[in-house]
């Protein structure tokens, strides 16, 4: 491990408690030395760096002005957060973000009483904080709520629906803008501040409520014309005129790096009777660290690191990874059909839409956080007959639920879901894990769910997906490289609802539903060399199923199992209604399902993992020994 830095003032500080008996001045080293302790600490586990550098003066100066924890302080996201967890109690273990058994890379309620909402989904700080505010509000106990969200997740509509209904909430609730890409009004030096300080000050807050009563008492008319006057006057120094219209008191912009600016404001804020207020809050992600200040692409999420250099651990070169084939065989395809067209809410690059987008830039859309907004624009697209592909991590394609039901399946829309991260996802754990797709898009009627079990089955099932015009089509595929086998040259469309047998036995029948195949064949070799004849299929198919070859299977076996990387309700339950439907239990089978645990996994390795869950080849051996209820030690005597 690399020197750790020298942070003397720092060492001082164990909680916020701690961090408000400093001195305004030491402020600073603070900060300085916070920031050194971050990149240090990521350097050695990797993880999110950009933005947390980003955020330091930010933490430091609103656990230095707030009462947090009975201030309840929000991170939208919250891969921002490792400063606020270095300041609050958990510097200690800080090098164990993201692995197994340590730090969560997000917020999480469980692990401390300073995250009072977990979050790792983008665009639910405010609703989250309203909540907090009300609470506090009904039940006239004291304590603020404050959110803080990036201008990336405004792209969201839900943010806009929480500061729709945020005026009840009075001066409980205070929204902090973390201006750090698009830059919607960049603070101009100390002009800028002086704005800042004055409009956030309590005597210009009760001159503005005072001129308002007054002019009230001589005109409504004259009132109302006033306060949009004076609102937008200050709207257009400051940028802030949409928030008002909100129900916002607008405060900003403000140079989120300088701390001798951003203390009078939050202080101003906090001890203000006026509210709910938003402060505008300009910063740089990645601020002071070069490497990450000249690519803050490159060093949003990271391997682990050299400090000095900035260079990032490597993976040794391997398969390609499945989004990049994805992308490509998509980009592909694209240049001898016009219709087809790529869209993802904000992740092109971790779809594989950036490489589609290099090659047919009029064709790809990014539409921000909005993943309500993609699916039903897809259905815009299918329905005037486009093939879009509608590229979103299987755990974001959640929030767009009822766009996929009733935008797109109701209408039988040729919509065509690429769903990336499919499975368990590694440090990222439970909240980006993809365990739910195959449950509850197998479910709705009309959609075809397949699952690719390599990366040349993927490229098949892009342009199966391509082909399929009578209705809405899933491939789910996992994130990762692919297992290293070649890419075929010519695409094959696959005959929808049909599988395949990968290996042929009489006793035991295992079915595969995507990238646990290698585990099946494993498994296989492990129950042959016991003497158990084996039978391993890729189904390829969630839905519909290939009910001809799971009948032949199931009533040619003496036990069939079902494997799959998704909760329950998946393939497992289709084939077992299926099973009971037409009669297949009633002879003595002894069929077996396994998937995902009911719980929400922590994260680890993705080995790991899958160990845990029981979904490794070892895991497919005892399940069929126990259900033939094997003795090996028979089976070794019979075999001499």
Not at 103 to 123: I, N
Not at 200 to 227: D, H, P, Q, T, V
Not at 531 to 544: C, E, H, I, W
């Amino acid at each position: 491990m690399a020197d750790l830095p020298s942070t003397p003032l720092l060492d001082t500080v164990d909680t916020p408690a701690d961090l408000r008996k400093l001195k305004p001045a030491d402020l600073r080293q603070l900060a300085d030395e916070l920031r050194a302790e971050t990149i240090s600490a990521v350097g050695t586990t990797g993880g999110h760096l950009g933005s947390g550098l980003g955020v330091v003066e930010l933490t430091t100066a609103i656990h230095y002005v707030f009462d947090t924890p009975r201030d309840r302080l929000i991170w939208d996201v919250g891969h921002q957060c490792y400063p606020h967890k270095i300041l609050t109690g958990r510097r200690a273990r800080i090098r164990t973000l993201r692995q197994g058994g340590g730090l969560s890379g997000f917020t999480k309620r469980s692990e401390s009483e300073y995250d009072p909402f977990g979050a790792a989904h983008s665009s639910t700080s405010i609703s989250a904080a309203l909540g907090f505010a009300i609470a506090n509000k009904l039940n006239d106990r004291p304590g603020m709520a404050i959110a803080v969200i990036g201008d990336g997740a405004m792209s969201a509509g839900m943010a806009y629906e929480a500061m729709n209904n945020a005026e009840a909430a009075g001066n409980r609730l205070v929204v902090i803008l973390n201006d750090n890409d698009m830059s919607i009004a960049p603070p101009v030096g100390g002009l800028s501040a002086y704005l800042a300080r004055t409009v956030s000050s309590s005597n210009y807050l009760g001159l503005r409520n005072f001129a308002k009563r007054a002019i009230r008492r001589i005109s409504k008319r004259a009132a109302n014309a006033a306060e949009k006057a004076e609102e937008f006057a200050r709207g257009m120094a400051t940028g802030g005129t949409l928030f008002e219209e909100l129900g916002f008191y607008y405060v900003g912009p403000i140079d989120g790096h300088n701390l001798d600016h951003l203390i009078p404001v939050l202080e101003n804020v906090r001890d203000s009777e006026h509210g709910p207020i938003l402060v505008h809050v300009v910063t740089k992600k990645g601020k002071g660290y070069a490497p990450a200040e000249e690519s803050d692409d490159k060093y949003h999420g990271v391997q682990k690191f050299d400090v000095i250099t900035g260079t990032q651990d490597k993976a040794p070169p391997g398969p390609p990874s499945y989004q990049n084939v994805f992308g490509e065989t998509l980009a592909k395809l694209a240049e001898t059909d016009p219709r087809i067209v790529a869209i993802t809410a904000a992740m092109p690059g971790g779809t594989g839409v950036d490489k589609f987008a290099q090659a047919h830039p009029a064709r790809a859309f990014d539409v921000g956080i909005a993943e309500q907004h993609a699916v039903t624009f897809a259905a815009g697209l299918a329905a005037q007959g486009m093939r879009p592909f509608c590229a979103i991590y299987s755990t974001f394609l959640q929030r767009a639920y009822d766009q996929v039901v009733h935008d797109v399946a109701i209408q039988n829309l040729p919509v065509r879901f690429a769903i990336d991260r499919a499975g368990l996802v590694g440090a990222d754990g439970a909240t980006h894990a993809g365990s739910f797709d195959v449950t509850y898009l197998a479910a709705l009627p009309n959609f075809v769910v397949m699952a690719p079990a390599d990366e040349a089955e993927l490229v098949h099932m892009t342009y199966t997906a391509a082909e399929h015009d009578s209705g809405p089509i899933a491939l789910r595929y996992p994130r990762g490289n692919g297992v290293g086998i070649d890419l075929p040259e010519v695409p094959q469309r696959l005959a929808i609802g049909k599988g395949r047998i990968v290996r042929e036995g009489k006793t035991v029948a295992i079915l595969s539903l995507g990238t646990r195949l290698g585990e099946a064949l494993k498994a296989a070799d492990a129950l042959e060399a016991r003497g158990l004849s084996t039978t391993v299929a890729d189904l390829r198919f969630a839905k519909p199923l290939d009910e001809a070859l799971i009948r032949k299977l199931l009533t040619s076996h003496e036990v069939a199992v079902t494997v799959e990387e998704g909760a329950v309700g998946g393939l497992g339950a289709h084939v077992l209604t299926m099973a009971s439907d037409q009669g297949l239990l009633d002879g003595g089978l002894k069929l077996r399902t396994m998937r995902l645990p009911d719980v929400f996994q922590d994260q680890d390795k993705p080995d790991k993992q899958y160990d845990e869950a029981g979904l490794n080849a070892e895991h497919i051996v005892d399940t069929v020994l126990k259900a033939l209820r094997y003795n090996e030690a028979a089976a070794v005597d019979a075999r001499a």
